[in-house]
T-cell receptor, first 114, second 115 residues
Framework: EAQVTQNPRYLITVTGKKLTVTCSQNMNHEYMSWYRQDPGLGLRQIYYSMNVEVTDKGDVPEGYKVSRKEKRNFPLILESPSPNQTSLYFC?????????????FGQGTRLTVV | DQQVKQNSPSLSVQEGRISILNCDYTNSMFDYFLWYKKYPAEGPTFLISISSIKDKNEDGRFTVFLNKSAKHLSLHIVPSQPGDSAVYFCAASDPPRGGGNKLTFGTGTQLKVEL
């Protein structure tokens, strides 16, 4: 089954404790990205990757890091989480860089930073 | 600065009637628009899209209309069914700048279809 898998689904952590949210897709997609969803703000792009070893900032990259060492994986790293990073996070992938290419989303990771 | 706006946070419709969800945008460089549907505890799923060179795209019960001069698009669902109850996100895509498929999302509209 074609899918984007995120782990964990739920995470509660303390301020300053480094964490990683994993994302993996099995569709051989080139383009992957991370979004956060907050009430009243919709989904906002954090980082994206056009291919292996090619990543770039989205609209709200502060406090986040990403890596793309393999085509299928695109982990999101919070080196020193803060309470304002409490949010619902989605990883997405799409077949190509073609503008408008349908994006497939993971099920989301609800992160709480206390 | 919200470039894609969905001004109705919620909409309630009776089963069998038409649901109309609206979306406005400000960036004239957007030239591809998509609608995503999201159920609780799930990620958004693609529903329907439209290129800016068209003014209408239809897929079964779902039709998207685009009015470029007004920078407005709408999603029509006819007839509405209880399973359509979900949050609907409007999204817009910029032309590639060296590549990329960046989507700018609206804030979402919660649709409730009542029996």
């Amino acid at each position: 089954e074609a899918q984007v898998t995120q782990n964990p689904r739920y995470l509660i952590t303390v301020t300053g404790k480094k964490l990683t949210v994993t994302c993996s897709q099995n569709m051989n997609h080139e383009y992957m990205s991370w979004y956060r969803q907050d009430p009243g703000l919709g989904l906002r792009q954090i980082y994206y990757s056009m291919n292996v070893e090619v990543t770039d900032k989205g609209d709200v990259p502060e406090g986040y890091k990403v890596s793309r060492k393999e085509k299928r994986n695109f982990p999101l790293i919070l080196e020193s989480p803060s309470p304002n990073q409490t949010s619902l996070y989605f990883c997405a992938s799409s077949l190509s860089n073609y503008q408008g290419s349908e994006a497939f989303f993971g099920q989301g990771t609800r992160l709480t930073v206390v | 600065d919200q470039q894609v706006k969905q001004n109705s946070p919620s909409l309630s419709v009776q089963e069998g009637r038409i649901s109309i969800l609206n979306c406005d945008y400000t960036n004239s460089m957007f030239d591809y628009f998509l609608w995503y549907k999201k159920y609780p505890a799930e990620g958004p799923t693609f529903l329907i899209s439209i290129s800016s060179i068209k003014d209408k795209n239809e897929d079964g019960r779902f039709t998207v209309f685009l009015n470029k001069s007004a920078k407005h698009l709408s999603l029509h669902i006819v007839p509405s069914q209880p399973g359509d109850s979900a949050v609907y996100f409007c999204a817009a895509s910029d032309p590639p700048r060296g590549g990329g498929n960046k989507l700018t999302f609206g804030t979402g509209t919660q649709l409730k279809v009542e029996l």
